[in-house]
């Protein structure tokens, strides 16, 4: 869903600002005003193009600093003012800068975090504004800090895996090129040349050897152009949000996608319950948390269900994502009144 950056004023009078992720400005003042924020003005942000350039063992490492200086009993302005002056990470350091001016403008981290969607994920802001919210920061972002470093590090591994595998594709197409572009030729014209008639397979081996050796910048532009396409084509909400269907319906990657997404929403929801944020303001944050469309729908009518004065657990189970064993601990803990 995309992104609203709103400007509002509290019962105190006080005027506050940050970014709020709904499906339109009417969802994104409704939840303001649930929160008793009456807002001033609601827009749409724009995406940033350019990254950040901090990497994910950078961020860890942050996450790890601030979580042991706020544990230490070190307020959480001077923590972000000690990340702010570091030397050796000048990028990182300006964007804690802007965490720690935005903090002292009475803002919230979270918010500051989400209005710095180049450097932090959904999902990290939402496990932020959980620990903010119900007194447990410093246990977020230290199980952030783990979490960021385990995907650093298969991600290193996975890169490590793939660059034989490149390699030997970039040898492959490399061969093909000269197979198609020199020699099909040099044969066409020599044992093909009397023939009538040629079989199907022959024509097309022919079709691709005259786009590669007759009209290549031709292909390579189209072939461009047809990725650039694709790319441009996948970022859009709608098509994403298919994306996100097929690898939640997969047949063997899709119920390893939806337990990562109910595992993380229900250890968030848990937690929260457990430090006693409300279940309404909990279930909202560890929405965010989910980072999967399919689950942050079946949770929005999960709240309106609850908002009503149903129950949690039937909603959750009709969107097929929760496993019957979840669904039930989940009821049994709704009826015994521990849900966490």
Request: net charge neutral; aromatic share 6%; proline share 4%.
């Amino acid at each position: 869903m995309p992104d609203f950056r709103y400007t509002a004023v509290d019962g105190a009078g006080a005027r506050v600002s940050g970014v709020l992720a709904g499906a339109s400005e009417i969802a994104v003042v409704s939840e303001l005003e649930a929160k008793r924020l009456t807002p001033i003005r609601v827009e749409p942000q724009a995406e940033r193009k350019a990254r950040s350039g901090v990497s994910k063992r950078a961020l860890a490492g942050s996450y790890r600093q601030l979580s042991d200086l706020l544990r230490a009993g070190v307020p959480l302005m001077r923590s972000l003012n000690l990340l702010a002056r570091q030397k050796s990470k000048p990028r990182l350091a300006a964007v804690y800068k802007d965490l720690a001016d935005a903090v002292s403008d009475g803002g919230e981290v979270s918010d500051a975090m989400a209005a710095r969607s180049d450097v932090y994920p959904k999902v990290h802001v939402a496990m932020v504004r959980a620990g903010e919210r119900g007194g447990f920061l410093e246990q977020v972002l230290a199980r952030l800090a783990q979490f960021v470093e385990a995907q650093a590090e298969l991600q290193a591994k996975i890169g490590g895996s793939l660059v034989y595998p490149a390699f030997l594709v970039g040898v492959g197409v490399v061969v093909l090129s000269v197979i198609f572009g020199v020699f099909v030729p040099m044969f066409r014209e020599g044992a093909f040349s009397r023939l009538e008639e040629l079989p199907t397979i022959t024509v097309v081996v022919f079709a691709i050897s005259d786009a590669i050796a007759k009209r290549g910048p031709i292909t390579a532009v189209i072939l461009a152009a047809v990725g650039f396409g694709v790319w441009r084509l996948s970022r859009r909400p709608d098509v994403r949000r298919q994306i996100t269907v097929f690898q939640t319906r997969a047949w063997i990657v899709g119920p390893l996608v939806r337990s990562l997404a109910v595992a993380r929403f229900c250890r968030l929801l848990g937690t929260m319950e457990a430090n006693g944020v409300p279940l309404l303001q909990a279930m909202q944050i560890a929405r965010d948390a989910a980072g999967n469309v399919l689950l942050e729908e079946a949770i929005d009518s999960s709240i309106e269900s609850v908002r009503s004065g149903a129950e949690l657990a039937p909603p959750l189970a009709e969107s097929g994502l929760f496993d019957d064993d979840v669904v039930e601990m989940i009821a049994v803990g709704e009826a015994a009144g521990t849900e966490e």
